[in-house]
């Protein structure tokens, strides 16, 4: 332990001092780079080595629990006991104990030191350059594995705001999965989640917004119907109202529509997944369907869709991409050369299969025609991707 931390500060600390604010950027990463791998990995030995130890220590501790158990029974027995011998071995016995938890502590505090030393190290990394951006999962992965470390997380907020939030976005989904909302002040992780999926939903929300509208409570009127389907944890709701992760989404839904210039973009992702969920739901082989044929079975398509369903009617000229349409990261947000959701076509085919999932054709605004299956349609709305079929 003294060899790492001594590493660290011999030969580490002083590089990192010695980097100007002039120094090239991909230079300034490279050290960071380099110190927050090295932290990683004396991270990841000493929580082994930790772990090791408290298993070891509570293993002794039930051991001689368990003795002196035994002991007091004969003593209660009649047996021959010699009491200092047991008063001497207990006290050996709890001064081992006392070691042996120090020893696990200076681990643990150790171990900590290292995280904290890898995250701060892979922020600046990920702010200072763009060389090493799939440090960013690790990067995440070791953040939300100390989800109740607040000092931690206090630590590592302006970090955060610092790192550049493309560098996010193929991770919107898990992030938004963490999203909650508290009645009382949240803790330092909860809002360092928020803030940063609210970046991510303002900078980058064509990508963002989709896990995140897939997390919020039905509105208000449509919940009862919409939690009697079976389908329901597919179209983009949480069935339950209060949940807080659905409150924390409409939370930040409702701050990116308020500047003004998302507000149209919001609304169409919103009707967009509203007019996916209703048709994905939509029962074919329902006898008021009107798609049966006089056998009871589901006549062969292209079929006419419903003209009610919102994804003929209402899902028309949106400022968003075809769900299906592979939308490139842009690094400074503006996301203003894609070709438009314009309309659907009127018909749709089925492919094989018990569910029948629903095929069809969406119309960009170049004209391009793009055939989609709507139950992927659902899925990707719940993911937040835009990947080509």
């Known amino acids: 332990m003294r060899d790492a931390t001594e590493i660290l500060t011999e030969c580490f600390d002083p590089a990192v001092a010695a980097l100007d604010r002039q120094a090239p950027a991909a230079e300034r990463a490279r050290v960071f780079h380099s110190f927050a791998c090295f932290a990683d990995a004396q991270f990841e030995d000493l929580s082994r080595v930790a772990a090791e130890r408290r298993k070891r220590t509570e293993a002794y501790q039930r051991r001689k629990h368990l003795e002196h158990e035994e002991m007091q029974r ?40 290292m995280l904290w030393r890898s995250l701060e190290n892979y922020a600046r990394t990920l ?126 839904v409702d701050k990116v529509k308020a500047i003004g210039e998302l507000r149209a973009r919001v609304e169409a992702v919103e009707l967009a997944c509203e007019a996916y969920a209703e048709w994905a739901s939509f029962n074919l082989k329902s006898s008021k369907s009107g798609y049966l044929d006089s056998r009871g079975s589901v006549r062969k398509g292209p ?33 203003d050369d894609f070709p438009r959701l314009h309309h659907y076509e009127p018909t749709f085919d089925m492919a094989g299969g018990i569910h029948l999932p629903k095929i069809v054709v969406c119309v960009d605004s170049n004209g391009g025609r793009h055939k989609q299956l709507v139950r992927l349609l659902v899925l990707l709305s719940l993911a937040g991707s835009h990947v080509p079929l």
Not at 156 to 179: C, E, G, T
Not at 304 to 314: A, E, G, R, T, V
Request: some cysteine; glycine content about 4%.
């Open 127 to 252: 702010e200072a350059a763009d060389d090493f951006d799939d440090k960013v999962f690790r990067f995440c992965a070791l953040w939300l594995g100390c989800a109740h470390d607040d000092d931690l997380h206090t630590r590592l907020k302006p970090l955060l705001n610092d790192v550049p939030s493309f560098k996010f976005v193929f991770l919107a989904y898990q992030l938004s999965a963490r999203l909650t909302k508290s009645a009382d002040s949240p803790p330092p992780s909860a809002s360092n989640v928020r803030k940063l999926v609210l970046r991510l939903c303002v900078e980058h929300g064509l990508h963002a917004l989709f896990p995140v509208q897939a997390l919020r409570a039905p509105p208000s009127g449509k919940s009862s119907r919409r939690s009697s389907q079976s389908s329901q944890s597919s179209v983009g709701f949480t069935q339950a109202s209060n949940n807080s992760r659905a409150h924390a989404a409409d939370d930040i």
């Open 303 to 335: 079929l006419p869709i419903k003209s009610s369903m919102h994804i003929l009617s209402k899902v028309r000229d949106l400022p968003i991409p075809v769900t299906t349409f592979h939308l490139p990261v842009v690094a400074n947000g503006r996301y």
């Open 74 to 113: 004969r003593a209660g027995e009649g047996s021959p006991f010699d009491s200092n011998h047991a008063d001497r071995s207990r006290r050996q016995a709890e001064q081992h104990i006392a070691d042996d938890q120090r020893q696990v502590e200076e681990a643990e505090d150790t171990a900590r030191n």
